[in-house]
């Protein structure tokens, strides 16, 4: 790491990096980069501060993180019904959890750029040959070929455009009524077979849609109740774009990424002396930090001190992400140590909880992902720490990537509607369910 005053946005550039692409032409590479950084910026400097004073109260309860979306977006998701079908999603999940647990959820999509992947090899075989892997559209093409998965600077450009669509269409469905509270978009409770359940969950429904009936009544005002704040966020994997997105905001006088609201540093790139860290320590958006089994807390504390040397409330958000069951090794300890330092406490119950099916099928069990949550949730309510936020792989669409729940998917239907390019998310059924059941375990009084 060099000291603070050499910080550049280009200066991760002399540090050991991991999980890039190797371009054929770095010519090609520079050209892209070059026409990327005349474009205008994704988001304003004014939302991203907003959001970080947002996050800040999530640090002392007073609100809740809800993150979600792709494990990786696709360029041929980049159209209406797919855009809505997520917004759909998040937007029921934070009503849900807004109801729950009595306060206001800041809603952060992992979407609008989420295209670049790590991945745990380089190589795989496919009918005997072995190809490079897949590293998300914005690298390398999903067909599963040597040509067509050689990384191509282009799709660098594409991905500008497809977040930059992505979002127009966000920002008009958010502010244009689609989120509009007085009429919102229909509950689908069908998925839920077991008939307790669907009492409890219609009873939730009703409630949430008389409570808004109720603020109309005490003149609530109309504008707050038709469009909503949603934020954007990726991971900062691919640093030549990171790079080129990383403006410098005189008004505040320090740089900033203008490519998403928010950027997490993967589990795989948050070595202290490595350049992702490098990159972040230099930009004033707030940060999420993938906390995995491998991790050392003294590492995390190093790294927070870097990432926020000003300690600023808001500014990183630790995302714990280590297994149902695994939780209590690692949790407490990190918890202990990081006393002191101020982060919001996020979990993402998806990463430590992937499995293969007989099939060989990569899925995730809802019980093992509901599991981590409590698991955590009891963690941090013995340490007196506060769970600030969630973190999910979801889509809005009836995907079956992920086995249970109450539509109860099992092994052998989950190739019926297999869509993800990498991680298996929730579907949409699984995802309201999840918003239920977490807000029954987060309501106040429990715990
Ligand atoms: C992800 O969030 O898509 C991801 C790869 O997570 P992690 O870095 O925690 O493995
Ligand atoms: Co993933």
């Not at 080129?244 to 948050?270: K, S």
């Not at 990463?351 to 990569?362: E, L, V």
């Amino acid at each position: 790491m060099s000291t603070a005053k050499s910080w550049q946005p280009d200066s991760w550039r002399k540090l050991p990096i991991k999980q890039q692409p190797s371009y054929e032409s770095e010519s090609a590479l520079n050209a892209v980069l070059a026409d990327i950084k005349k474009m205008p910026p994704l988001i304003f400097v004014g939302e991203v501060e907003r959001l970080k004073a947002q996050l800040a109260k999530a640090m002392t309860g007073e609100s809740f993180v809800l993150q979600g979306g792709d494990c990786a977006e696709r360029f041929q998701d980049c159209n209406r019904e797919a855009i809505t079908q997520k917004l759909k999603i998040m937007l029921q999940m934070s009503v849900v959890l807004c109801y729950g647990l009595r306060k206001p959820i800041i809603r952060v999509g992992r979407i609008a750029g989420q295209y670049a992947k790590p991945r745990s090899a380089d190589l795989e075989t496919v009918d005997g040959k072995e190809i490079p892997v897949y590293r998300g559209d914005i690298i390398n093409s999903f067909e599963a070929n040597a040509e067509a998965r050689k990384p191509d600077p282009n799709r660098i450009r594409q991905a500008y455009f497809h977040s930059i669509a992505t979002l127009n269409y966000i920002r008009a469905l958010t502010k244009g009524g689609f989120a509009d509270l007085h009429h919102p978009q229909s509950w689908d409770l069908k998925f839920v077979s077991n008939a307790p359940k669907k009492i409890e969950y219609e009873r939730i429904v009703h409630n949430i849609q008389d409570a808004i009936v109720f603020m109309e009544s005490l003149g609530t005002h109309e504008e707050k109740l038709a469009t909503v704040e949603f934020y954007t966020s990726h991971e900062g994997l691919l640093l030549p774009l990171e790079e080129a997105m990383t403006q410098y905001v005189p008004e505040y006088d320090a740089y900033y990424n203008l490519g998403a609201h928010t950027l997490w540093i993967g589990d795989r790139t948050r070595q202290l002396d490595g350049a992702h860290i490098e990159y972040f320590r230099g930009i004033a958006n707030p940060l999420g930090l993938k906390v995995g089994p491998s991790s050392d807390p003294r590492d995390i504390i190093a790294i927070c001190k870097a990432l926020n040397p000003r300690g600023e409330a808001g500014k990183v958000t630790l995302i714990s992400r280590y297994g149902n069951g695994k939780a209590g090794k690692h949790l407490p300890q990190l918890i202990e140590a990081m006393k002191g330092t101020p982060v919001v406490w996020s979990i993402d119950p998806m990463h430590g909880n992937a499995i293969k099916t007989d099939a060989g099928t990569k899925t995730r069990n809802f019980d093992d992902i509901l599991g981590e949550v409590t698991e955590s949730l009891n963690i941090h309510k013995t340490a007196g720490s506060k769970l600030g936020g969630i973190h999910f792989e979801l889509t809005g669409d009836d995907v079956t990537e992920c086995i249970g729940g109450s539509a109860g998917i099992t092994a052998d239907e989950l190739s019926h509607n297999y869509e993800t390019y990498c991680d298996p998310r929730l579907n949409y059924s699984q995802s309201l369910e999840m918003a239920f059941l977490v807000s029954q375990l987060m309501a106040p009084g429990k715990g």
